[in-house]
């Protein structure tokens, strides 16, 4: 079944203390991007990466890092959470060619920092 | 800089009745054009989209959007609507310009349907 999947569902952590969440899609997408979702300001982009290698920021990527070593992986890394990092987080792959676009989402990251 | 604006933050309407969401974007540049639908603890997923062609796009489960472009808009809509389409709806854009990937979502609009 094609799929994302992110883990964890749910964390729970507190200020300063590293985590990543995992993403991984086995579609042999090229594209992938991370998305955290807050009330009232939809989703908004955090990093994105074209291919291997290959990453670039979003609207909102402060607090985070990103790395694609392997293209069916895309981890979300945060040094040192802080409170405001609070929200639910969504990683999505698509194929790049025009009519294949189309995001495939995962189902989703809550994560509370305390 | 790109913006999409959602007009409506909730949007309740009868089973069986009509439902259009508004949509609309900002940019000096053209763009791909995207609804995407988050059902209640999902990820979201694609209703339709717009990349060129008819300007009238038909997507899954009924629905249809219009792209406008000189209005800049492309509204979401379904002639009737189920209990089932209560969720929220993403407008989404991405400029076309070859090596960008960046997308900006709408707020969202969360459609109610009352029985």
């Known amino acids: 079944e094609a799929q994302v999947t992110q883990n964890p569902r749910y964390l729970i952590t507190v200020t300063g203390k590293k985590l990543t969440v995992t993403c991984s899609q086995n579609?042999?997408?090229?594209?992938m991007s991370w998305y955290r979702q807050d009330p009232g300001l939809g989703l908004r982009q955090i990093y994105y990466?074209?291919?291997?290698?290959?990453?670039d920021k979003g609207d909102v990527p402060e607090g985070y890092k990103v790395s694609r070593k392997e293209k069916r992986n895309f981890p979300l890394i945060l040094e040192s959470p802080s409170p405001n990092q609070t929200s639910l987080y969504f990683c999505?792959?698509?194929?790049?060619?025009?009519?294949?676009?189309?995001?495939?989402f995962g189902s989703g990251t809550q994560l509370s920092v305390l | 800089a790109q913006s999409v604006t959602q007009l409506d933050s909730q949007v309740p309407v009868f089973e069986e009745a009509p439902v259009e969401l508004r949509c609309n974007y900002s940019?000096?540049?053209?763009?791909?054009l995207f609804w995407y639908v988050q059902y209640p603890n999902q990820g979201l997923q694609l209703l339709l989209k717009?990349?060129?062609?008819?300007?009238l796009v038909k997507g899954i489960n009924g629905f249809e959007a219009e792209f406008n472009k000189s209005q800049t808009s492309f509204h979401l809509r379904k002639p009737s609507v189920h209990i089932s389409d209560t969720a929220e709806y993403f407008c989404?854009?991405?400029?076309?310009?070859?090596?960008?990937?960046?997308?900006?979502f709408g707020t969202g609009t969360r459609l109610k349907v009352l029985a």
């Open positions: 990466s074209m291919n291997v290698e290959v990453t």
């Open positions: 579609m042999n997408h090229e594209y």
């Open positions: 989404a854009v991405r400029r076309t310009t070859t090596g960008t990937y960046k997308y900006i």
């Open positions: 717009y990349l060129s062609g008819s300007t």
């Open positions: 940019s000096s540049v053209s763009v791909y």
């Open positions: 999505a792959s698509s194929l790049r060619r025009g009519a294949s676009e189309k995001l495939f």
